[in-house]
């Protein structure tokens, strides 16, 4: 039997009719949208006055190609938001750093800001990122006379991580181990201070404890401590794990005694009033001892600071 001799197959026609036929499925059933909008983290904490920045992720499915601008609202007031670059293709997709920058003015809290994005075609979409504003660090007062004067006055409530290091050791503070960013039930996202006091090993004096100082030792000698002239008093949040956790708390001379922690976090306050707190050098300290704690204890500190 004779073959025919055949050229080679065109698959352009198919291809481009398959293609036809799936965009007109795709507008009719209403399948997904032209691209996505992700975040590369939903949460984050700045001081006032500074900036932080997130990723933002554009990514296409599999349908049309379209340009994406992106914006950003909510947050303190007097927030400025900057993306980098602030558009781009749906396909393949593209990345933009999100700059949010805070006003040194705006209230401490926890704020929602919506991430916008806009497709030239008119399709839009939204994510949120949670953004945790804290005081900015006081100013530290140089001589008498600017306190005599009011001149270099710390900006209260002031956070204990801004004044002072967690570096001071107290008894055999071997047996404790610290987590300093502990993600277990935080009082304020995202994180906590989680403190574990070991009774395993043969005691030395049978207590320990850690304090919060200035200057850290660790990084040069300074002569004077913090000057906290205008705050009276101290607050903090503290949970025990088991609520059985006996702990003493001071500062200044003031101090709650040994307290049994309670399973839910609960706040306490030192009275600073009439203190003298015009040279501070230990900001803050706890002790916990073998005799009241014989199977050693777990407890949890978060949102420490001087108020007035």
């Known amino acids: 039997m004779e073959k025919t001799s055949r050229g080679p197959i065109n698959f352009t026609p198919i291809i481009a009719g398959i293609s036809a036929t799936v965009a ?15 975040l590369s983290s939903q949460e984050g904490s700045v001081l006032q006055g500074e900036k932080i920045t997130t990723e933002i992720r554009i990514d296409a499915t599999w349908r049309n190609r379209q340009r994406v601008s992106l914006s950003a609202s909510g947050g303190p007031e007097g927030t400025n938001y900057t993306f980098s670059p602030v558009s781009g293709p749906s396909r393949p997709g593209f990345r933009s750093e999100l700059s949010i920058m805070v006003d040194k003015n705006s209230l401490p809290g926890r704020y929602e800001v919506i991430i916008t994005g806009i497709g030239s ?31 270099g006055q710390v900006v209260f409530p002031a ?18 181990s610290l ?23 043969t005691p030395i004096k049978g ?12 990084t040069g000698y300074e002569p004077n401590g913090k000057n906290l002239t205008g705050s009276n008093q101290l607050t903090f949040w503290a949970r025990g794990e088991k609520a059985t956790e006996k702990v003493k708390f ?37 002790i916990v001892n073998r005799t009241l704690n014989p199977d050693g204890c777990t407890l949890y500190l978060d949102d420490i600071r001087y108020e007035r």
């Open 159 to 176: 956070y204990i991580e801004d004044l002072f290091s967690l570096t001071g050791r107290l008894g055999d503070a071997d047996d404790l």
């Open 179 to 201: 987590d300093i960013s502990s993600t277990e039930d935080p009082h304020s996202i995202p994180s906590c201070l989680k403190l574990i006091y070991s009774t395993s090993r």
């Open 250 to 286: 001071m500062v200044a001379g003031a101090t709650t005694g040994f307290i049994t922690l309670t399973s839910k976090w609960k706040q306490y306050t030192l009275d600073l009033s009439g203190k003298d707190l015009s040279n501070i050098k230990g900001g803050f300290s706890f």
């Open 24 to 38: 007109v499925i795709s507008f009719f059933l209403g399948l997904p949208n032209n691209f996505t909008l992700s």
């Open 207 to 218: 207590w320990a404890g850690l304090y919060w100082q200035y200057p850290d030792p660790t």
């Open 121 to 151: 075609n008119g399709e839009e979409r939204n994510n949120k990122y949670f953004l945790n504003l804290k005081p900015a660090p006081i100013q530290q007062v140089d001589s008498q006379s600017q306190v005599a004067s009011g001149v």
